[in-house]
Nanobody, 114 residues
Framework: VQLQASGGGLVEAGGSLRLSCVAS????????VAWYRQAPGKERELVAS???????NYADSVRGRFTVSRDNVWRRLFLQMNSLQPEDTAVYYC?????????WGQGTLVTVSS
């Protein structure tokens, strides 16, 4: 399984970004997938996850601002981020636990200026 994330960049506070993650190597349609982030000097944290049936879960800090979705046909995972704040600045990673092994994308940097 290979995951490749994209869509990060520099945005002003209050702005929006849409992250994408494309999976290759195996179909992930039967597995939950997730977005994590790691800010400088902090531990990696779960941002949002989505089950194979489309059920989603969010960290309290992003609920109501971020939306996770997936396209099983095109093997893509998305994270729509609205009302971005400086504290959302981090490297964002897509993740899947496939047959008991965790796979990570390379990360995409999101920088939110105040």
């Amino acid at each position: 399984v290979q995951l490749q994330a994209s869509g990060g960049g520099l945005v002003e506070a209050g702005g929006s970004l849409r992250l994408s993650c494309v999976a290759s190597g195996s179909t992930l349609s039967n597995y939950p997938v997730a977005w994590y982030r790691q800010a400088p000097g902090k531990e990696r944290e779960l941002v949002a996850s989505i089950t194979s049936e489309g059920g989603s879960n969010y960290a309290d800090s992003v609920r109501g601002r971020f939306t996770v979705s997936r396209d099983n046909v095109w093997r893509r995972l998305f994270l729509q981020m609205n009302s971005l704040q400086p504290e959302d600045t981090a490297v964002y990673y897509c993740n899947v636990i496939y047959k008991g092994t965790a796979f990570w994308g390379q990360g995409t940097l999101v920088t939110v200026s105040s």
